[in-house]
């Protein structure tokens, strides 16, 4: 029965940009983690509660819904590849450099991932000397000289 799951998986995962969408997602976590998050480190709590807090729900939000919308509708990964780019370099200005570079790096690999990808089967190119076999192979055609 896990295997059948796993297959299934499989198959759905080879329809859709499933790695564009996973680090967006990841990316989106990044960026919304530090600004809500305090680090208790023994009795000092560390926490970064800037008006980057803001922009960092708004633009984590867009961003897991882009992630979302790229594993839902694959057909949509084009524009949802171009505002995951839009926003992670947006995200590098206003949110605390963009979940500290970590998050708008993720989210531009994920964002080129999801319109760099194709549903289109590979073609498999050909040898490289095997058209040059099949040229010589062949018998040669008549050239019909004009009178």
Not at 25 to 52: E, N, Q, R, W, Y
Not at 87 to 109: D, K, P, R, W, Y
């Amino acid at each position: 029965m896990l295997l059948r799951i796993w297959r299934g998986f499989t198959a759905w995962r080879r329809g859709r940009p499933f790695w564009a969408g996973l680090f967006v997602a990841a990316g989106a976590f990044i960026i919304l983690f530090p600004p809500f998050v305090g680090v208790k480190l023994g009795d000092m709590v560390i926490s970064i509660k800037t008006i980057g807090g803001t922009s960092a729900l708004l633009i984590g939000a867009l961003l897991a819904i882009c992630a979302v919308s790229l594993w839902v509708q694959p057909k949509f990964r084009l524009a949802a590849g171009l505002v995951t780019v839009l926003l992670s370099l947006v995200a590098l200005v206003v949110t605390n450099l963009g979940g500290f570079l970590a998050g708008t790096v993720l989210s531009l690999l994920g964002g080129a991932l999801a319109v760099a990808w194709t549903d289109e089967p590979k073609v498999l190119k050909e040898a490289k000397g095997s058209r040059r076999a099949r040229e010589e192979n062949a018998e040669p055609t008549e050239k019909v000289q004009p009178t």
